[in-house]
């Protein structure tokens, strides 16, 4: 990654209503990450780091190199020359991800038009401001005046936008989906010659021995460290606020809030399903006097799989031992119940003096019941 050069006397108005013109070079977008907010600031980023709220970055040029932060609801649109873009969710309440250009579709060009169609295309070249393409839809070659490109998105990872980053950034969000149903499959023959196509993702490969081993070790400690907050919450003795600070915790261990809990008692049939924070919060507030939760034989990491959104799964089996006793100290209902945890290793992008450095964690799933007894 590249210093952003600004040399050529090119005034660019970052503004709501701007237009981002054929003057923000090809070669210029390609260099840093953008940052779009939707209080209309832009910055090309030397850092970027991805949080679960949200992402901190390091402005390009910055001479202090001072930590930014913003939230994932003020991120209109987030754009990388790795063929990755993000936008904010509001019904997901998260930042989507769309890889644009990646194994699966690095072979084809996206050219977004301005009634927002998305024609996967392998663009020629250009001419007095129009655009030369093979339509990889119809096999055909055919050209498209610029005026009619809202923005392209190049096979390479590089992009360009012809329009206000408010129209791009809806459009991008809404097709989104097409663009992940983009395979390297749909390029044909073009001009005689073959254009070799890439496999889809095994989905069935297995983690790399070399990191088998350093994933199995950081499943089974956030494992145990789930395990040491379940008996904080569970723990009568407990101040409330730190309750709430340990329940905080605990879902932090987990991919996302959507992690399913399931529970299960001797004294009925049907497993019932929270969601991992109402679990939570329904496990501080139980009727028992006391509660003590612990877990034995924990086995090791098994059955790791690479699934479609490119994370790999793992299950750890588990036994869990759940005491209640009332007020008198007595034990009024214990159980135990053998479950399995989902765990995922999910891969991150950051970036650190103009590189790209990957980096990778382990977090919890939904963790399902087997058996209890």
Known sequence: MKTLILKRNIVINLTLGCILTLAFTLETLAQSPMLFRNDGKT??????????????????????????????????????????????????????????????????????????????????????????????????????????????????????????????ASALQKIADQINTFNNAMVGTQGGNQIPTMPEDNLEEELPDFNRQLFR??????????????????????????????????VKLFLNEDAIMEVSSVNRSEVQKYKIRKYFERLKLLKYSEIKITWSNISYVSNIKKHEDGNYYGIVTLEQKFDGYNSDGQ????????????VILKTYDKYVVGKKETHWDVYLGDIGVVVTK
């Open 43 to 168: 910055f090309a980023l030397k850092e970027l780091d991805f949080m679960s709220h949200g992402v901190e970055y390091i402005k390009e040029n910055d001479p202090v190199e001072a930590k930014n932060s913003c939230l994932n609801f003020d991120i209109l649109l987030l754009i990388y020359p790795l063929g990755t873009y993000h936008y904010y969710s509001k019904p997901q309440d998260k930042l989507v991800n769309v890889e644009y250009s990646n194994s699966r579709n690095n072979k084809i060009d996206k050219i977004i038009t301005r009634d927002e169609r998305v024609i996967p295309a392998n663009i020629l070249g250009t001419n007095g401001g129009s655009y030369q393409y093979t339509d990889l839809n119809t096999g055909e070659d055919a050209v498209m005046k610029q005026d009619q490109v809202l923005a392209i998105l190049f096979k390479d990872g590089n992009y360009k936008f012809f329009s206000d980053k408010v129209t791009v």
């Open 331 to 342: 034990l009024v209902y214990s159980d135990v119940t053998k479950k399995n945890m989902t």
């Open 217 to 250: 070790d950081k499943a089974l400690s956030k494992t145990k460290e789930l395990g040491d907050y379940l008996s904080l919450i569970s723990n009568k003795n407990t101040k409330f606020q730190k309750a709430n600070e340990a329940i905080d915790a605990a």
